[in-house]
C-alpha cells in the first residue's frame, strides 16, 4: 500500500460523513427519576425510559430483578425495588440492558426490534439490517467498548462516501476503510483512531 496520509484521510472523511448519523445513532434515555420510601427504592419514571428505549417495560423489569437480584413491580409508571439501589447502579443496569437488547450489534443503532425465530430471540436493526441472535453482555465491558489501534476486528460496511472510502460502525466508533463497497463484511485491523473516528485497512474478506 502507498503511503497514505491517515489525517488527510480522516479529515475527508469527517466531512464526507459529517452530517446526519450522530443524532440518529445515540439515543437519548432519560436518567432515573428515584425517590427512596424506607427501604424501597422507586423509580418514578421507569415507563417513560421503556417507551424511550421502546421495549416492554415487563422485559425491562425483569432483567431488572435478574441483575439486581431482587424482587421488583411494577407500579402504574413506577418501578418499586425492594431495596435501596442508588441511581448510579440503576443507570449502569440500563445501559447494560440496551447493550444487549436495544443497541444495534453492528451500528449501534437503537432502532431495532426483537424477533423471536424458532427458540431464539434476535435483535433486528432496521437502520443497517443486521440480524443477532440476543447476547448478553455482562458488567465488565471495558474491552468491549474500546478500540485499539494495530487490532484487528469484524466489521460491516454499511455506507461508502464520495471518494469511496466505505463506513462502518463498531462500538460508538465510525471505522473509515478505504477500498471497499457496501454490505461487505471484512477483517480489519485498526491503524489510527481520532476521537470517535478510526481508519482501518482490510486484513481479509470475510
Ligand atoms: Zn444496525
Known amino acids: 500500500m502507498s503511503d497514505f496520509k ?6 475527508k472523511a469527517e466531512s464526507a460523513f459529517s452530517k446526519g ?13 428515584v425517590i427512596y420510601e424506607g427501604r424501597v427504592t422507586i423509580v418514578r419514571n421507569f415507563i417513560d425510559i421503556a417507551d424511550m428505549i ?12 435478574k441483575e439486581l437480584g431482587i424482587g421488583v413491580t411494577i407500579d402504574s409508571k413506577r418501578l418499586l425495588i425492594n431495596r435501596k439501589v442508588s ?3 440503576i443507570k449502569d443496569k440500563i445501559s447494560q440492558y440496551m ?8 451500528c449501534q443503532s437503537p432502532d431495532t426490534e426483537i424477533q423471536r425465530v424458532g427458540r431464539v430471540d434476535l435483535l433486528v436493526c ?3 439490517g443486521a440480524q443477532h441472535p440476543i447476547r448478553l453482555t455482562r458488567e465488565s465491558k471495558s474491552s468491549e467498548s474500546s478500540l485499539e489501534e494495530g487490532k484487528d476486528y469484524t466489521v460491516t460496511v454499511t455506507e461508502v462516501g464520495k471518494s469511496g472510502e466505505g463506513k462502518a460502525m463498531f462500538r460508538g466508533f465510525r471505522i473509515i476503510i478505504p477500498g471497499v463497497k457496501i454490505g461487505q463484511t471484512l477483517h480489519v485491523r485498526i491503524k489510527k483512531i481520532m476521537h470517535d473516528t478510526a481508519i482501518a485497512e482490510v486484513i481479509k474478506e470475510k
Open 54 to 65: 421502546n421495549r416492554d417495560p415487563k422485559h425491562v423489569a425483569k432483567f431488572l430483578m
Open 126 to 128: 432496521k437502520a443497517c
Open 6 to 11: 491517515y489525517e488527510d484521510l480522516l479529515k
Open 99 to 106: 447493550d444487549s437488547f436495544v443497541k444495534c450489534y453492528e
Open 21 to 33: 448519523d450522530k443524532n440518529k445513532m445515540r439515543l437519548q434515555v432519560p436518567d432515573p427519576d
Open 87 to 89: 441511581i448510579d447502579q
